[in-house]
Nanobody
């Protein structure tokens, strides 16, 4: 199984980025997909999750209204669109897949997802 996140980079505060995560080696359409992030010196935290159908989404309060998660099951890809970026959004962003989670359970601390991708670094300058 591979989850390949990309699209990170350096952006000014107020700017936007879109992170894709391409999945292979799993039945993508059966998985809840999520995005997490880890800032330097901090623990990894939940950002957003989307159900297999794309009809249900769930967001951390810190990104609600600014970030949007979406998926294209035909392309085995999940996206995180980030708008109105703030310096505190600076982190490595990881995508994850889980066959048994719900969008809410993925947000719970200590949730162990089936698969993780490598991170893509997002830096927001002030």
């Amino acid at each position: 199984v591979q989850l390949q996140a990309s699209g990170g980079g350096l952006v000014q505060a107020g700017g936007s980025l879109r992170l894709p995560c391409a999945a292979s080696g799993l039945t993508f359409g059966n998985c809840v997909m999520g995005w997490f992030r880890q800032a330097p010196g901090k623990e990894r935290e939940f950002v957003a999750a989307i159900s297999w159908s794309g009809l249900n989404t769930y967001y951390a309060d810190s990104v609600k209204g600014r970030f949007a998660i979406s998926r294209d099951n035909a392309k085995n890809t999940v996206y995180l669109s980030m708008n109105s970026l703030k310096p505190e959004d600076t982190a490595n962003y990881y995508c994850a897949a889980d066959r048994w989670a719900t969008v809410q359970s993925m947000a719970k601390p200590g949730n162990k997802n089936d698969y993780w991708g490598q991170g893509t670094k997002v830096t927001v300058s002030s």
